[in-house]
């Protein structure tokens, strides 16, 4: 990683500004011109060390409802049971973890009164019982990943 | 939210153009001013619905490969103290609180550790349990060893 990508990844992950030149006003904040932060961050968006360059929204505030649901799925069942939920549309992500719980997914749902009915069939095509676990609440975070 | 807040966030929830003036841009791809894209936006930071712009590195190409959830069970009346103090460790990219699901689950606080390796976020972890100290009843640590589906979360 060069010195241009690591100020990218240590400086720009917020306050990007609302301006009429905004890479324009980044780039001298970082030390480069307008045209090269742009052509760097392309490069670092094309080779996957950024996932986005844009706001990063909270989709709850947006609207809907999201709970983090976990399972405790025998390995001799787990891919067919990560393939039924994984069929679920309002299945966000869907992560595999080493313990007695070892799948652990996300639902998003317009309402909350539309989560419980998924996680119901869910129950009811896996045959596994589903920890609903929503959040109640969000702590503050001060820094982020640093490169 | 009302109909040009949700046009924006549709036009801008994969990214911003990469081009001189992206607010312009997508002004021009909604028919709307310039002037509008930005106070909509300013006003979406202002009150939440952005968490923030900028950069979204991706965890696995800054060599963060040992992805954990630390989970705690501390008492509801310092959860959010406790809580609020955890996810002020540079380290820690999401802290919640969530109800517990007992027997099964005794759990209330949840905080998300990312590492070069295990060995380097255990010792993170170790950090939290120092500052969480006393009020640890238990705790346990869940490491993410596949991901089984990713699509993010989106309004379509």
């Known amino acids: 990683m060069d010195e241009l990508e690591r100020a990218i990844v240590n400086r720009l992950q917020g306050g990007f500004p609302l301006s009429e030149r905004p890479f324009a006003d980044a780039a001298r904040e970082l030390g480069t011109d307008e045209a090269t932060l742009i052509a760097k961050l392309k490069a670092m968006l094309e080779a996957g060390t950024l996932t986005r360059f844009g706001p990063l929204y909270d989709a709850e505030r947006l609207g809907g409802a999201f709970t983090l649901c976990a399972m405790s799925v025998p390995p001799a069942d787990f891919e067919r049971v990560a393939a039924l939920v994984n069929a679920h549309p309002a299945v966000a992500h869907n992560y595999e973890r080493a313990h007695r719980y070892n799948m652990w997914f996300v639902i998003a749902a317009a309402s909350r009164a539309q989560i419980a009915p998924l996680i119901a069939a869910i129950e009811a095509q896996t045959g596994y019982p589903v920890l609903d676990l929503p959040r109640e609440q969000e702590y503050f975070i001060e820094l982020r990943l640093v490169a | ?156």
């Open chain 2, 1 to 156: 939210m009302n109909a040009l807040d949700e046009r924006i966030v549709r036009a801008t929830q994969a990214g911003l153009p990469l081009v001189a003036e992206p607010y312009k841009a997508i002004a021009a791809s909604l028919g709307i001013e310039h002037s509008e894209v930005l106070s909509r936006l300013e006003a979406m930071l202002a009150d939440g619905r952005i968490r923030r712009i900028g950069a979204v590195p991706n965890h696995y190409a800054l060599g963060y490969t040992a992805n954990a959830m630390s989970v705690w069970d501390v008492a509801d009346h310092t959860v959010d103290e406790l809580g609020a103090q955890v996810g002020a460790l540079a380290f820690v990219t999401h802290c919640y609180r969530r109800p517990r699901r007992l027997p099964d689950w005794p759990y209330n606080l949840f905080a998300m550790v990312h590492g070069a390796s295990r060995t380097d976020t255990a010792l993170k972890i170790e950090i939290i349990r120092t500052a969480l100290g006393l009020a640890v009843r238990a705790s346990d640590v869940l490491y993410s060893t596949r991901i089984l589906k990713k699509t993010g979360l989106r309004i379509d």
